[in-house]
T-cell receptor, first 113, second 115 residues
Framework: QQQVKQSPQSLIVQKGGISIINCAYE??????FPWYQQFPGKGPALLIA?????SEKKEGRFTISFNKSAKQFSLHIMDSQPGDSATYFC????????????FGKGTKLSVKP | EAGVAQSPRYKIIEKRQSVAFWCNPI?????LYWYQQILGQGPKLLIQ????????DSQLPKDRFSAERLKGVDSTLKIQPAKLEDSAVYLC?????????????FGEGSRLTVL
């Protein structure tokens, strides 16, 4: 079973700090790595995504770092804000070209004021 | 642009009863997904449609779950008979086209509690 393994399960960060969430994958054929953000009572929403032909992608305060040799990718949230408090999921294509995703188990981030 | 619509938002049933959830994807989105999200876990794919055809239903418990997308637009997911372990949020998502990349747009989900 192809998996993405996400850590930590929960994270508490002070306002202004850096939040780092890690994800490891097994299948070297994966070619697309998105991160989704989910607020309570809402569906997940795409935050940022990366293809393995680049090692880093930055959008505002959010950065994905990709390490192909280690089969890992991570989400960095700079200058974390209380509004960033949510659950974050890494994901990867489930296989083939069907275009569906397998998700990690999620990281619940709490940013303290 | 209207998002993915789902109903009902909440449903409470007894075990062995049946339940149906409805999803209307974003207009023009050919690909539709049903995901199951158990509390504290990530979404797990149940079924994927491309227009009105099934692309992937390998993780759908077919003895009790069924889904259809008859006209290639809205979709219904049914559970009959429900078990306690079916308590979860059922998320519908849509995507403009097929392929491995591209954003999935999720609805707010239908929360099912089986007693």
């Amino acid at each position: 079973q192809q998996q993405v393994k996400q850590s930590p399960q929960s994270l508490i960060v002070q306002k202004g700090g850096i939040s780092i969430i890690n994800c490891a994958y097994e299948n070297t054929a994966f070619d697309y790595f998105p991160w989704y953000q989910q607020f309570p009572g809402k569906g997940p929403a795409l935050l940022i995504a990366i293809r393995p032909d680049v090692s880093e992608k930055k959008e505002g305060r959010f950065t994905i770092s990709f390490n192909k040799s280690a089969k890992q990718f991570s989400l960095h949230i700079m200058d974390s804000q209380p509004g960033d408090s949510a659950t974050y999921f890494c994901a990867a294509p489930r296989g083939g070209s069907q275009g569906n995703l397998i998700f990690g188990k999620g990281t619940k981030l709490s940013v303290k004021p | 642009e209207a998002g993915v619509a789902q109903s009902p938002r909440y449903k409470i049933i007894e075990k062995r009863q049946s339940v149906a959830f409805w999803c209307n994807p974003i207009s023009g989105h050919a690909t539709l997904y049903w995901y199951q999200q158990i509390l504290g876990q990530g979404p797990k794919l149940l079924i994927q449609f491309q227009n009105n055809g099934v692309v992937d239903d390998s993780q759908l418990p077919k003895d009790r779950f069924s889904a259809e997308r008859l006209k290639g637009v809205d979709s219904t997911l049914k559970i009959q008979p429900a078990k306690l372990e079916d308590s979860a949020v059922y998320l519908c998502a849509s995507k403009l086209a097929g392929g491995n990349t591209g954003e999935l747009f999720f609805g707010e989900g239908s929360r099912l509690t089986v007693l």
